[in-house]
């Protein structure tokens, strides 16, 4: 691809675990700032969608565009598709690879985007995704429907060893690339028939979702030093 990839990064003013929480100092940056100065740092373009005012009179930043999510797109139970769909429609090419970069996994790294457009651009993927490593005893669980108990995966595993059992991942929500052409056309994240992954550890997969979680991610950052 001739264009440069596109970050898109969603930030939106409601909160109910913790409010406020994308404007919430990180660091000595707000919390929506590092996914920002991450898709930078990977070579991307950056397009903010937020219905934050704060965020959309401030200051103009070389290489990201601001864009005004309508207030129909900004609810506690509005989907991540519609948000993507708007974006698209209104300030991304349609070549163009585009990544999605959730504000409130602030401790993936450049490299972890790097790697997903790799995996992506290698070939023979809808979507990659960033994982984080998971308790394989879930291979053993299943739904129950009326009184019948239906195994999530392959029956066997309900009975075996646990330390017999595959290794598990599950989507931390840091990392998501596609094409734009792709999404315009499936319309939503969950058609892609073809899944890749790259995994991520779990210290760099927290989700912010409370005052607890700002503080370990803090005290991460705080960790890493100032070239984390």
């Given at each position: 691809m001739s264009l440069p990839p596109v970050a898109l990064v969603p930030v939106r003013a409601g909160s109910k675990g913790l409010p406020g929480k994308n404007l919430a100092p990180l660091a000595g940056r707000p919390l929506w700032r590092h996914a920002v100065d991450q898709g930078l740092a990977a070579g991307a373009r950056v397009v903010?969608?937020?219905?934050?005012?704060?965020?959309?009179?401030?200051?103009?930043?070389?290489?990201v565009t601001l864009l005004r999510r309508p207030?129909?797109?900004?609810?506690?139970?509005?989907?991540?598709?519609?948000?993507?769909?708007h974006a698209l429609e209104t300030a991304i090419p349609g070549g163009a690879l585009v990544i999605l970069l959730q504000a409130t996994s602030p401790l993936r790294l450049p490299e972890d985007i790097a790697r997903?457009?790799?995996?992506?651009?290698?070939?023979?993927?809808?979507?990659?995704?960033?994982?984080?490593?998971?308790?394989?005893?879930v291979l053993k669980w299943g739904?129950?429907?009326?009184?019948?108990?239906?195994?999530?995966?392959?029956?066997?595993?309900?009975?075996?060893?646990?330390?017999a059992l595959p290794a598990v991942w599950r989507p931390n929500g840091a990392v998501y690339v596609f094409s734009a052409g792709w999404f315009r056309a499936a319309g939503r994240?969950?058609?892609?028939?073809s899944i890749g992954m790259v995994g991520m550890p779990a210290e760099r997969s927290l989700d912010i979702d409370s005052a607890a979680d700002l503080a370990r991610a803090e005290a991460e950052l705080s960790r890493r030093g100032p070239t984390g």
């Open positions: 903010v969608s937020t219905d934050i005012a704060a965020i959309l009179a401030g200051p103009e930043t070389p290489g207030a129909a797109l900004a609810g506690d139970d509005t989907p991540m598709d519609p948000v993507i769909a997903a457009v790799a995996t992506w651009r290698r070939g023979g993927f809808d979507l990659v995704l960033s994982a984080a490593p998971a308790d394989p005893g739904r129950a429907e009326g009184d019948r108990f239906l195994p999530l995966a392959d029956p066997a595993f309900c009975f075996a060893n646990r330390q994240l969950s058609a892609a028939r």
